[in-house]
């Protein structure tokens, strides 16, 4: 079985801002496989899905984008799923807006929910899906920037960044994650 991770903050005040995009994608891939995450367990909202032989879990962790990890953690447990079977999907401020970036490993970059998942995943080894937002404009505080909601261009772009995303992790499925990764990037 196979996990689908997007990072976010819970609560409609958080729709739509940068910090959720993570959450989008798992929005778009919840669409298309006609499922609704409304299994509420280890802090988070998921739903297991299973579609042509494909079993596999869409999660949202409910704990704020800080303490992603103490869900993650919990139901990799519970399922059994190994590192290699997990994909996070997130914000990333060192991309311009509308670059997706897969990779395998890395460091947290100083994003604070991929800081919290590798501590609680114990490596910094595991599959992500990093999605430009850009860099905040010079006097602009990086927490208002990543909580505060797209531009109606670079949202429309979005859009078809969160289509890729959810492309690449439906191509996942199928094939190994550095295969899609050199696909995607």
Known sequence: MKLIVGLGNPGNQYDRTRHNIGFEVIDELAKRYQTILNQSKFNGLYSIVNKNGEKFILLKPLTYMNLSGESIRPIMNYYDISIEDLVVIFDDMDLPVGKIR????????????????????GTQNFNRIRIGINRPDYGMSVPNYVLGKFKKDEWEEMQNVIQKSADACEEWLKKPFLEVMNHYN
């Open 102 to 121: 897969l990779r395998q490993k890395g460091s947290a970059g100083g994003h604070n929910g991929i800081k919290s998942t590798i501590a609680h995943v």
